[in-house]
């Protein structure tokens, strides 16, 4: 058989699979994902570091994005606490608000939120940045001049991300609770005093750590799925859309699974 | 580095600062909430059932948070040991006599444990202590309680039932007093009656409350008994006197008692004379003889009268008898002279 595809004008030889063809692209995808991050670790800690790139980077995922970020928080804070309101007052239990607001916030709704509108204005800019860079051949340029492309855009875009979602996630916890504090104090009369004891009250250290790692892996998450598809997107104008898009859904789906898997954990934690 | 390049770093860093400032405020709030970074003793108690207590719930001490559990550990048989946390600063005002409950925070809110009563007495708590434990009221025992309630519900209103059907069939005397128009007039005449009554009663109060008041007045009797000191001297003498005289009445009546027994006493001769019937008897007989004797001497001196030895005698004192009756009237006139020199001690003298 091996004779006969060699020869000239046989029929081109059939790709062979090891399961199916599209089970085979899945398990080829997780292999260079895998490579991906592992190349990710492994350039991180040698130099040259790009100091310069970092934290151009952490400007543009950080604070470029804290307008936008505190002031979902601050809306999600006061609808939070407005929605929450009736059920809590069917039990004459408003006074319990507060713990209630700490406890979403600061356990979920702060990390998650921070996490999804990072994905979704950071994520889609760097697959979009990244994917423009290679349709543009501007990565093949950076690796025949001898540059690193894979330090300087991937590694210092992850760790831009991985350290500034964490840092906006604390600023949309403060500012959401800020709002929850306003929405209590209209109707409750609470004090700004009796608000945040009832807060950190119904919290432990646990939350608050469970929360900054979540942000974390968050952060990666985000860095590293838009670096990932812009670094590998495909040629042509419509992979850099496709890139910026996939960038963005493909990092907010695994935000959802890793806060499903990261809650489990952290309850086990709490419970042993 | 440029400028521009230099101030997006200064920027990052600020917001990177303000981030870990957020984190490490909220970090030592909740660590000094939860009582992590002050001194604390250790305290246990040993419950039968601890309803669901966890590690890191709060320890109150008269309406005051001052600690937190640290442990909950299974001890004995089927017993809990539970460890807490106390700050130290509250640890003197914990008697060794405490005792410890398992309380709620609200009713669906979180368990906790509430350190009671302690007295003076005793002393204070120390570290590692072990203070009694009191078994919480759990929710089933609740829930019984709860039942029995309702079954003693569905009795009364079982026993309100037959009581108004009993009332709406004019049984008894209040469902008579409902259905009977007879009973019902005499009640309303009794009623009438009560109200008279009532206003006889308040004009009485009335009558009354305006004697009190005279009573009260400054110039009333009761006041001036109450306030007038010179009233209550007197008032005082009197009482002494009467004291007095009631003794001397008393020393009367017993004098006229030993009279009265001596009198009845028949060796006296007051009590012979009143007791003795034989005694009585001669004294009557001497009596007549005496009144006997009597008219015989009358008799003898008549015939003495009439004798002629003494008839003279008897002459003569008839004549000086007769003189003496007119010389009287002049002394009479002469008299009234004599008055006017009239001297006590003269008079005393004759």
């Known amino acids: 058989m091996d004779l006969d595809r060699n020869k000239p004008g046989a029929a081109p030889a059939r790709r062979r699979y090891v399961t199916t063809r599209r089970l085979d692209r899945i398990f080829v995808e997780l292999a260079n994902v895998y490579r991906f991050n592992a190349r990710f670790f492994k350039e991180m800690w040698f130099p040259p570091y790009e100091f310069k790139e970092i934290i151009k980077q952490c400007y543009e995922i950080g604070v470029r994005s804290l307008p936008l970020i505190s002031l979902t928080g601050f809306i999600i804070g006061i609808v939070f606490t407005n929605q929450s309101r009736p059920s809590l007052a069917d039990f004459g239990a408003t006074s319990l608000l507060p713990a209630l607001i700490s406890v979403a916030i600061i356990r979920a709704i702060g990390p998650l939120v921070t996490a999804l509108i990072a994905a979704g204005r950071v994520g889609s800019a760097i697959g979009a940045e990244l994917g423009s860079m290679r349709v543009t051949e501007q990565i093949d340029a950076m690796e025949v001049s001898a540059t690193n492309p894979f330090k300087f855009l991937?590694?210092?875009?992850?760790?831009?991300?991985?350290?500034?979602?964490?840092?906006?996630?604390?600023?949309?916890?403060?500012?959401?609770?800020?709002?929850?504090?306003?929405?209590?104090?209209?109707?409750?009369?609470?004090?700004?005093?009796?608000?945040f004891y009832q807060v950190f009250d119904a919290i432990t250290f646990l939350d608050i750590v469970a929360s900054s790692v979540k942000s974390v892996i968050f952060g990666y998450t985000i860095g590293m799925v838009g670096c990932y598809k812009g670094y590998n997107s495909s040629k042509g104008t419509e992979g850099v859309g496709k890139a910026a898009n996939s960038s963005v859904v493909t990092a907010m789906f695994l935000i959802f699974i890793e806060e499903l898997l990261i809650m489990q954990v952290i309850n086990a934690i709490r419970a042993f | 580095m440029s400028s521009a390049d230099n101030k997006r770093t200064v920027i990052v860093g600020i917001f990177t600062f303000l981030a870990i400032v957020i984190l490490v405020v909220g970090i030592f709030t909740l660590a000094g909430q939860q009582k992590r970074l002050i001194q604390t003793v250790t305290l246990t108690a040993i419950f039968d059932d601890v309803a669901g207590l966890r590690t890191g719930n709060n320890v109150w001490f008269s309406g005051v948070k001052v600690g937190t559990i640290k442990s909950i550990n299974l001890y004995g048989d089927s017993q809990v040991e539970v460890v807490m946390n106390i700050e130290e600063k509250v640890q003197q005002f914990i008697r060794k006599n405490a005792s410890a409950r398992i309380s709620s925070e609200s009713f669906i809110g979180n368990k906790n444990i509430v350190i009671d009563g302690g007295t003076q007495s005793a002393a204070p708590v120390e570290d590692g202590d072990r203070i009694a434990a009191v078994s919480p009221l759990n929710t089933d025992d609740l829930m019984e309680k709860l039942q029995q309630n309702n079954e003693n519900l569905v009795a009364i209103t079982g026993d309100f039932k037959q009581l108004t059907s009993r009332l709406v069939k004019g049984e008894g005397t209040v469902g008579a007093l409902l259905t009977d128009t007879t009973m019902a007039q005499d009640f309303r005449n009794m009623v009438d009656n009560?109200?008279?009554?009532?206003?006889?009663?308040?004009?009485?109060?009335?009558?009354?409350?305006?004697?009190?008041?005279?009573?009260?007045?400054?110039?009333?009797?009761?006041?001036?008994?109450?306030?007038?000191?010179?009233?209550?001297?007197?008032?005082?003498?009197?009482?002494?006197?009467?004291?007095?005289?009631?003794?001397?009445?008393?020393?009367?009546?017993?004098?006229?008692?030993?009279?009265?027994?001596?009198?009845?006493?028949?060796?006296?001769?007051?009590?012979?004379?009143?007791?003795?019937?034989?005694?009585?008897?001669?004294?009557?007989?001497?009596?007549?003889?005496?009144?006997?004797?009597?008219?015989?001497?009358?008799?003898?001196?008549?015939?003495?009268?009439?004798?002629?030895?003494?008839?003279?005698?008897?002459?003569?004192?008839?004549?000086?008898?007769?003189?003496?009756?007119?010389?009287?009237?002049?002394?009479?006139?002469?008299?009234?002279?004599?008055?006017?020199?009239?001297?006590?001690?003269?008079?005393?003298?004759?």
Not at chain 2, 311 to 325: H, I, N, V
């Open chain 1, 154 to 195: 991937v590694v210092s875009r992850v760790l831009a991300s991985t350290l500034m979602i964490p840092a906006l996630t604390m600023y949309t916890t403060l500012v959401s609770l800020l709002g929850g504090y306003l929405n209590v104090h209209q109707n409750e009369l609470t004090s700004l005093s009796v608000f």
């Open chain 2, 194 to 350: 009560l109200q008279r009554t009532s206003q006889s009663t308040v004009s009485a109060s009335r009558s009354l409350s305006a004697f009190t008041n005279k009573l009260n007045s400054s110039d009333g009797l009761a006041n001036q008994l109450v306030t007038d000191k010179e009233v209550f001297q007197q008032l005082k003498n009197s009482m002494t006197q009467l004291e007095e005289a009631t003794a001397s009445a008393s020393e009367i009546t017993e004098n006229l008692r030993t009279a009265t027994s001596q009198l009845n006493n028949s060796d006296g001769a007051v009590g012979v004379l009143l007791n003795d019937q034989q005694f009585a008897r001669q004294l009557q007989s001497t009596m007549q003889n005496l009144e006997t004797g009597t008219k015989k001497l009358d008799q003898n001196m008549e015939a003495l009268q009439n004798n002629f030895l003494l008839r003279g005698f008897f002459r003569k004192q008839a004549k000086e008898q007769a003189k003496q009756q007119q010389n009287q009237p002049t002394q009479q006139t002469v008299q009234p002279k004599d008055s006017i020199e009239f001297k006590p001690s003269i008079l005393r003298s004759n």
